[in-house]
């Protein structure tokens, strides 16, 4: 895992758009967001991930490959479903098995994004109500373990005036504003 400002520069997501800024890794959970690697051959990786999802009463899971090969003609709206800046009412975990991406988060003031670089073997926990999106990388080929409360959480709510005023984004919040983190 990498993370850093992101440049703020158009272009494709896909791509590092590293700013040469880096943050350290210590303050994500100041943003919420939790950080574990899990090496995804070793043999108590299975159990870490469950006792995880167990912790967080998630009962719902599926396994996705974002790739052209895998996605076929809907790799690109995948893609660009995930780019949208979004919010959950559940947190959102997940578990990089192979290949990369970015998870960009917004920062404590809510006007540039942090970047974080993930690979295979990397795990990562969004709190519900933090504005987010994905990016798989240039290599444009990664799968994930997403887990969830249950199925219905699987969709997201792009951001608009709307998204403000959602009780999973009023706790989140209240939360960074009050450094309470990890929310229940």
């Given at each position: 895992?990498?993370?850093?400002?992101?440049?703020?520069?158009?272009?494709?997501?896909?791509?590092?758009?590293?700013?040469?800024?880096d943050?350290?890794?210590?303050h994500?959970?100041?943003?919420?967001?939790?950080?574990?690697?899990?090496?995804?051959?070793?043999?108590s990786?299975?159990?870490?991930?469950?006792e995880?999802?167990?912790?967080?009463?998630?009962?719902?899971?599926?396994?996705?490959?974002?790739?052209p090969?895998?996605?076929?003609?809907?790799?690109?709206?995948?893609?660009?479903?995930?780019?949208?800046?979004?919010?959950?009412?559940?947190?959102?975990?997940?578990?990089?098995?192979?290949?990369?991406?970015?998870?960009?988060?917004?920062?404590?003031?809510?006007?540039?994004?942090?970047?974080?670089?993930?690979?295979?073997?990397?795990?990562?926990?969004?709190?519900?109500?933090?504005?987010?999106?994905?990016?798989?990388?240039?290599?444009?080929?990664?799968?994930?373990?997403?887990?969830?409360?249950?199925?219905?959480?699987?969709?997201?709510?792009?951001?608009?005036?709307?998204?403000?005023?959602?009780?999973?984004?009023?706790?989140?919040?209240?939360?960074?504003?009050?450094?309470?983190?990890?929310?229940?």
């Amino acid at each position: 895992m990498k993370v850093y400002q992101y440049d703020e520069q158009p272009g494709d997501l896909r791509l590092p758009h590293y700013s040469g800024q880096d943050i350290e890794a210590s303050h994500l959970p100041t943003l919420g967001v939790q950080y574990h690697s899990v090496p995804v051959h070793s043999p108590s990786s299975a159990a870490f991930v469950e006792e995880l999802a167990n912790s967080k009463s998630f009962e719902y899971r599926d396994e996705i490959t974002y790739s052209p090969a895998a996605m076929g003609a809907g790799y690109e709206e995948a893609n660009a479903l995930n780019n949208h800046e979004h919010i959950h009412d559940d947190d959102e975990i997940r578990y990089i098995t192979n290949g990369g991406g970015y998870f960009d988060v917004r920062d404590a003031n809510g006007s540039q994004w942090v970047r974080i670089k993930v690979i295979e073997g990397d795990l990562i926990v969004l709190p519900k109500g933090i504005y987010h999106r994905f990016a798989v990388d240039e290599n444009n080929d990664v799968t994930m373990v997403r887990l969830f409360k249950d199925a219905d959480h699987i969709t997201q709510a792009n951001r608009s005036a709307d998204t403000e005023s959602f009780g999973a984004r009023q706790e989140y919040v209240h939360a960074l504003q009050t450094s309470s983190f990890p929310m229940e």
